[in-house]
C-alpha cells in the first residue's frame, strides 16, 4: 500500500534560520509527488509537483528535491510568513483508471521573527 | 478565473439531516475530486470523477454519494449525517494531461 510519512510533524525556526522538511515515501512507480502549502482555515495550496529522482524546483526561499525514496522542502532564510502545514503526496501508477493523491500528515511550520 | 469554488463555508447538521456541499470550477478541468481532512491526518479521498456523466469510489465513499452532470460542478450529498462525518471536506480539480490538483477554499461540516 502507497504510504507518505512526514518529518518533522512541528517545526519552529527563527527567521532567517534554514532548515529542510522530510517526505518519505513508498510506491510502485511514482507518477507524481507534490508539495503543497495550508495556511489555517484554507485549502492546499499547489507549490511544486516532481516527477523522476534528481529533479529540483525552485520558487521564493522554498526549493524541493527528489530522490527514489523521499522529497526534501528546503527553506532558505525563512520568514514569518512561511509560518504554514506544508503537506506532502504521492501519485501512484495509474491501476484499472484508479485516482489516489495519498496525503502525508504535513509538517506544521512555525517561523519567528 | 475564480478557479474551485467550495460552498458553504460552514455547517451546522443534527444527526440524520441531508446536505449537499457544492463545488464549481471555472477551468474547464476534466478531473474533479472530494476529500474530508480529519485533524492530524492527512487527506483522504472520498470520490472522484474523470468527466461528465462518470464517477468512481475513492479510499473513504460510506455515506456519501456524488453525481456529475456538467464539466463544472461536482456535488457532494451526506443522505444521513453522522458525527463521523464532522470534517473539513475540499474539493479539487486538475486537467486531465497534468497529475497537479488545484483545491477550493473547503467547508467545515459539524454534526451534532
Known amino acids: 500500500e502507497d504510504q507518505v510519512t512526514q518529518s518533522p510533524e512541528a517545526l519552529r525556526l527563527q527567521e532567517g534560520e534554514s532548515s529542510s522538511l522530510n517526505c518519505s515515501y513508498t510506491v510502485s512507480g511514482l507518477r507524481g509527488l507534490f508539495w503543497y502549502r495550508q495556511d489555517p482555515g484554507k485549502g492546499p495550496e499547489f507549490l511544486f509537483t516532481l516527477y523522476s529522482a534528481g529533479e529540483e524546483k525552485e520558487k521564493e526561499r522554498l526549493k524541493a528535491t527528489l530522490t527514489k525514496k523521499e522529497s526534501f522542502l528546503h527553506i532558505t532564510a525563512p520568514k514569518p510568513e512561511d509560518s504554514a502545514t506544508y503537506l506532502c503526496a504521492v501519485q501512484g501508477p495509474d491501476q484499472g483508471g484508479s485516482e489516489k493523491l495519498v496525503f502525508g500528515k504535513g509538517t506544521k511550520l512555525t517561523v519567528n521573527p | 478565473n475564480a478557479g474551485v469554488t467550495q460552498t458553504p463555508k460552514f455547517r451546522i447538521l443534527k444527526i440524520g439531516q441531508s446536505m449537499t456541499l457544492q463545488c464549481a470550477q471555472d477551468?474547464?478541468?476534466?478531473?474533479m475530486y472530494w476529500y474530508r481532512q480529519d485533524p492530524g491526518m492527512g487527506l483522504k479521498l472520498i470520490y472522484y470523477?474523470?468527466?461528465?456523466?462518470?464517477?468512481d469510489k475513492g479510499e473513504v465513499p460510506n455515506g456519501y454519494n456524488v453525481s456529475r452532470s456538467t464539466t463544472e460542478d461536482f456535488p457532494l450529498r451526506l443522505e444521513l449525517a453522522a458525527p463521523s462525518q464532522t470534517s473539513v471536506y475540499f474539493c479539487a480539480s486538475r486537467v486531465r494531461i497534468q497529475e497537479t490538483q488545484y483545491f477550493g477554499p473547503g467547508t467545515r461540516l459539524l454534526v451534532l
Open positions: 470523477s474523470v468527466g461528465a456523466g462518470i464517477t
Open positions: 477551468m474547464n478541468h476534466n478531473y
